[in-house]
């Protein structure tokens, strides 16, 4: 008997349902795509940033929530998950933004450490390889008596059936099945090279369309990067390619002649705010937790407890 349908294996939907498991709820999770072939996939991901994006009224909470748990997952072997200092950078200067100071490991950058931005600092953060974050929490899932199948629902009333609860993670997608005309694809690109030598992450915080960033896991660092609202194509664009590499290798020489290994694409799921909610509906209950743009791995932990609260409730 299955207590929970997830709908969505990305890294919202696989935690919703190992925290629904591990709390005695019995949960399978539906998924279009395996979790290694979708947007949750593709992120960098820096789990220690600011939340200045994200303007619902919990998103500090479940930002304090989901990195509790990263830092103790970074602490663990096999987890995908580490701990990285790094520079954080902004063109607003000249003073590191108001929330810097209170980062872990925060110093401010000396003039040559800024390589020519106004303002930016150190810091230490966890950071997630995606790909082994994610082999990690479906492993945990299946450990927790979950189960991923793969399947496309055409409507969320179509696990109804299967259970009783149904939990809609579908990213992007997530407002088409909702009938949320308020959701928009935010396409990013990363490119993955081979990395020269790097153990600090950098990243330019502020900008809305392109941005300088690395990201070293192991030996491969994830280049960023950029953001294109209602854009929906998958496609690797060989152009913003050589404009990502170009401005990392400015930042940091050794990446200019790293062998690309590949390009990746991801939709984050854009909407004004994170929606996290019960529907109230004819056929069982669904609740919606879906809308993260770009913060969806950095909140992910925070949101999953709130769901199976809702559930429990
Ligand atoms: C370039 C880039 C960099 C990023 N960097 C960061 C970062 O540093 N930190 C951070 O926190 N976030 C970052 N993000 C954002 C983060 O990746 C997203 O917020 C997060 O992945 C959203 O997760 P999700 O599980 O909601 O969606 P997804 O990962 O898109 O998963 C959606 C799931 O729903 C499934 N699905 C869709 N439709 C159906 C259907 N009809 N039936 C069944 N299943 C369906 C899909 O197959 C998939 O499994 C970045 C994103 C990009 C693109």
Redesign the pocket.
């Known amino acids: 008997m299955t207590d929970v349908v997830v709908?969505?294996?990305?890294?919202?939907?696989?935690t919703t349902a190992i925290a629904l498991n591990e709390a005695g709820l019995r949960t399978v999770?539906?998924?279009?795509?395996?979790?290694r072939?979708?947007?949750?996939?593709?992120?960098?991901?820096?789990?220690g940033?600011p939340v200045t994006a994200e303007p619902h009224e919990d998103a500090v909470r479940w930002r304090q929530v989901s990195l509790e748990i990263f830092d103790e997952l970074a602490t663990r072997p096999h987890t995908g998950v580490t701990a990285a200092r790094g520079r954080m950078v902004s063109r607003r200067g000249p003073q590191p933004p108001d929330w810097a100071p209170g980062l872990p490991g925060f110093a401010e950058c000396s003039p040559e450490e800024l390589a020519g931005y106004p303002a930016g600092f150190w810091m230490t953060s966890p950071?997630?390889d995606?790909p082994c974050y994610l082999d990690y929490l479906v492993d945990r899932l299946c450990k927790s008596g979950g189960d991923i199948e793969v399947?496309?629902?055409?409507s969320l009333e179509q696990p109804t059936s299967a259970a009783p609860v149904v939990i809609n993670?579908?990213?992007?997608?997530?407002g088409?099945?909702a009938c949320d005309d308020s959701v928009t694809p935010?396409?990013?690109?990363?490119v993955v090279v081979e990395n020269p030598g790097l153990t600090e992450f950098f990243?330019e915080v502020g900008p809305d369309d392109d941005w300088t960033g690395f990201?070293p896991h192991g030996d491969r660092v994830v280049l960023?990067?950029?953001?294109r609202r209602g854009d929906w194509n998958l496609e690797p664009d060989d152009r913003q390619t050589a404009d990502i590499v170009k401005r990392c290798a400015e930042i940091e020489p050794r990446l200019a002649d790293a062998r690309v290994i590949k390009v990746?694409?991801?939709?984050?799921?854009g909407r004004p705010s994170i929606r996290l909610e019960e529907q109230q509906v004819d056929q069982g209950r669904l609740i919606h937790?879906?809308?993260?743009?770009?913060?969806?791995?950095?909140?992910?932990w925070g949101c999953a407890l709130d769901v199976v609260k809702m559930v429990s409730a």
């Open positions: 709908v969505g294996g990305g890294v919202v939907g696989l999770v539906w998924t279009a795509e395996v979790p072939r979708t947007t949750s996939a593709v992120a960098g991901a820096l789990l940033g950071v997630a995606m399947c496309t629902v055409a993670c579908a990213g992007v997608a997530g088409t099945l935010v396409r990013g690109q990363h990243y990201f960023g990067g950029n953001a990746d694409v991801g939709l984050r799921p937790n879906y809308g993260h743009g770009g913060v969806g791995v950095s909140m992910s």
